[in-house]
T-cell receptor, first 111, second 115 residues
Framework: ELKVEQNPLFLSMQEGKNYTIYCNYSTTSDRLYWYRQDPGKSLESLFVLLSNGAVKQEGRLMASLDTKARLSTLHITAAVHDLSATYFCAVGGGSNYKLTFGKGTLLTVNP | ETGVTQTPRHLVMGMTNKKSLKCEQHLGHNAMYWYKQSAKKPLELMFVYNFKEQTENNSVPSRFSPECPNSSHLFLHLHTLQPEDSALYLC??????????????FGSGTQLSVL
């Protein structure tokens, strides 16, 4: 059974600081997704990572995938308040459509 | 707006009631999904439909009954629910799930409370 662990689950940081969210998974996969969820809103797709060494960047967020280590990271650079949200990673395994989600990381960026 | 619309946004029901959740996608996708999001737990996949055919039932109790009349609409019929079924129910769609790049588009969810 595929298990996905995110850490930290809660992250409070100051504006302007850098930090990294980690996503570990238990079995081989070459498909990893990052989503963002604002309170009361949908999950919004941020990144799709499909190969070992893949790196994607959008604004202050950068995601990477190391399939050998079964690890993805979401790096936040110079955080701003607008980044406050819950971030989920999801891993594809077995059947293509079956994604297993982590518990999410609640990020709060303080002025 | 993601192109996936769920109604109602909030629902309170008693354990003996019957209600239905509705999901509609305007993206021309072929696959639709129901997920359950409970506090402090990861999102749980409940059902998957591809081209209107159910391809996944993730050991969901029979008090949850999905229906997919066409590729754009998905329902979740609820009856004799338990308080532990209270959660946010999310609908999602994707273009396909054979290409390995099945980005999901989620609706805003229905927040369900069972009394």
């Amino acid at each position: 059974e595929l298990k996905v662990e995110q850490n930290p689950l809660f992250l409070s940081m100051q504006e302007g600081k850098n930090y990294t969210i980690y996503c570990n998974y238990s079995t081989t996969s070459d498909r990893l997704y990052w989503y963002r969820q604002d309170p009361g809103k949908s999950l919004e797709s941020l990144f799709v990572l499909l190969s070992n060494g893949a790196v994607k960047q959008e604004g202050r967020l950068m995601a990477s995938l190391d399939t050998k280590a079964r690890l993805s990271t979401l790096h936040i650079t110079a955080a701003v308040h607008d980044l406050s949200a819950t971030y989920f990673c999801a891993v594809g395994g077995g059947s293509n459509y079956k994604l297993t989600f982590g518990k999410g990381t609640l990020l709060t960026v303080n002025p | 707006e993601t192109g996936v619309t769920q109604t109602p946004r909030h629902l309170v029901m008693g354990m003996t009631n019957k209600k239905s959740l509705k999901c509609e996608q305007h993206l021309g996708h072929n696959a639709m999904y129901w997920y359950k999001q409970s506090a402090k737990k990861p999102l749980e996949l409940m059902f998957v439909y591809n081209f209107k055919e159910q391809t996944e039932n993730n050991s969901v109790p029979s008090r949850f009954s999905p229906e997919c009349p066409n590729s754009s609409h998905l329902f979740l019929h609820l009856h004799t629910l338990q308080p532990e079924d209270s959660a946010l129910y999310l609908c999602a769609s994707s273009q396909e799930f054979t290409g390995g790049n099945e980005k999901l588009f989620f609706g805003s969810g229905t927040q369900l409370s069972v009394l």
